[in-house]
Protein backbone atom coordinates (compact mmCIF):
# COMPACT_ATOMS: atom_id res chain seq x y z
CA UNK A 1 0.00 0.00 0.00
CA UNK A 2 0.99 3.28 -1.09
CA UNK A 3 0.95 6.74 0.70
CA UNK A 4 -0.23 9.35 -1.02
CA UNK A 5 0.68 13.25 0.20
CA UNK A 6 -2.48 15.21 1.77
CA UNK A 7 -2.95 18.99 1.33
CA UNK A 8 -4.73 21.58 3.34
CA UNK A 9 -7.33 22.75 0.98
CA UNK A 10 -7.90 25.83 3.56
CA UNK A 11 -4.34 26.80 2.55
CA UNK A 12 -6.21 26.98 -1.07
CA UNK A 13 -9.59 27.95 -0.71
CA UNK A 14 -10.49 31.94 -0.53
CA UNK A 15 -12.63 33.08 2.43
CA UNK A 16 -15.88 32.66 1.91
CA UNK A 17 -18.18 35.39 1.69
CA UNK A 18 -21.40 36.76 3.76
CA UNK A 19 -23.51 35.51 1.27
CA UNK A 20 -22.02 32.58 0.49
CA UNK A 21 -22.27 31.48 4.38
CA UNK A 22 -25.88 32.32 4.12
CA UNK A 23 -26.57 29.91 1.24
CA UNK A 24 -24.34 27.06 3.00
CA UNK A 25 -26.77 27.53 6.09
CA UNK A 26 -29.70 27.75 3.81
CA UNK A 27 -28.56 24.82 1.89
CA UNK A 28 -27.53 22.68 5.30
CA UNK A 29 -31.49 23.34 6.79
CA UNK A 30 -32.65 22.20 3.10
CA UNK A 31 -30.61 19.03 3.58
CA UNK A 32 -32.02 18.60 7.60
CA UNK A 33 -35.96 18.84 6.49
CA UNK A 34 -35.57 16.26 3.35
CA UNK A 35 -33.85 14.12 5.68
CA UNK A 36 -36.80 14.50 8.17
CA UNK A 37 -39.44 13.99 5.58
CA UNK A 38 -37.41 11.32 3.63
CA UNK A 39 -37.55 9.39 7.11
CA UNK A 40 -41.10 9.60 7.05
CA UNK A 41 -42.14 12.41 9.63
CA UNK A 42 -44.91 14.59 9.73
CA UNK A 43 -45.10 17.86 8.04
CA UNK A 44 -45.99 19.17 11.24
CA UNK A 45 -43.20 17.76 13.43
CA UNK A 46 -40.49 19.16 10.64
CA UNK A 47 -42.37 22.55 10.89
CA UNK A 48 -41.64 22.87 14.67
CA UNK A 49 -37.96 21.28 14.40
CA UNK A 50 -36.99 23.71 12.05
CA UNK A 51 -38.76 26.43 14.38
CA UNK A 52 -36.84 25.47 17.39
CA UNK A 53 -33.87 25.62 15.34
CA UNK A 54 -34.27 29.20 13.78
CA UNK A 55 -35.38 29.76 17.55
CA UNK A 56 -31.69 29.24 18.49
CA UNK A 57 -30.00 30.80 15.45
CA UNK A 58 -31.79 34.13 15.98
CA UNK A 59 -30.70 33.70 19.51
CA UNK A 60 -27.30 32.60 19.19
CA UNK A 61 -26.87 35.57 16.03
CA UNK A 62 -24.06 33.47 14.35
CA UNK A 63 -24.29 29.85 12.29
CA UNK A 64 -25.46 26.92 14.81
CA UNK A 65 -22.21 25.06 13.48
CA UNK A 66 -20.39 27.44 15.74
CA UNK A 67 -21.89 27.30 18.75
CA UNK A 68 -20.27 25.64 21.44
CA UNK A 69 -21.41 23.73 24.23
CA UNK A 70 -21.49 26.53 26.79
CA UNK A 71 -23.56 27.83 24.39
CA UNK A 72 -26.20 25.92 24.39
CA UNK A 73 -26.02 25.37 27.86
CA UNK A 74 -26.27 29.25 28.53
CA UNK A 75 -29.90 28.80 25.71
CA UNK A 76 -31.25 25.77 27.27
CA UNK A 77 -30.44 27.38 31.05
CA UNK A 78 -32.02 30.85 30.46
CA UNK A 79 -34.15 31.18 27.43
CA UNK A 80 -37.03 28.37 27.77
CA UNK A 81 -37.09 29.68 31.36
CA UNK A 82 -38.00 32.72 30.35
CA UNK A 83 -40.64 31.93 28.30
CA UNK A 84 -44.01 31.29 29.89
CA UNK A 85 -45.55 27.85 29.39
CA UNK A 86 -48.88 27.03 27.24
CA UNK A 87 -51.83 27.97 29.43
CA UNK A 88 -52.89 24.35 30.67
CA UNK A 89 -49.61 22.76 30.03
CA UNK A 90 -48.80 21.22 33.01
CA UNK A 91 -52.49 20.01 33.56
CA UNK A 92 -52.11 18.20 30.06
CA UNK A 93 -49.16 16.05 30.13
CA UNK A 94 -49.21 12.57 29.57
CA UNK A 95 -48.24 11.33 33.02
CA UNK A 96 -50.93 14.01 34.81
CA UNK A 97 -52.41 12.10 37.61
CA UNK A 98 -55.40 14.05 37.19
Known sequence: MALAVVR???E???PVSTEELEQFGTDVLAGF?????SA???D???RGDVGHLEQIRSWFGRPLWEMEPADADAYFGKVPRAR???PGW???RP????
Do not use: E, Q, Y
Request: hydrophobic share 55%.
Open 8 to 10: DLR
Open 12 to 14: IRA
Open 33 to 37: VLARA
Open 95 to 98: WSSS
Open 90 to 92: LAR
Open 44 to 46: GTI
Open 40 to 42: GLA
Open 84 to 86: PAA
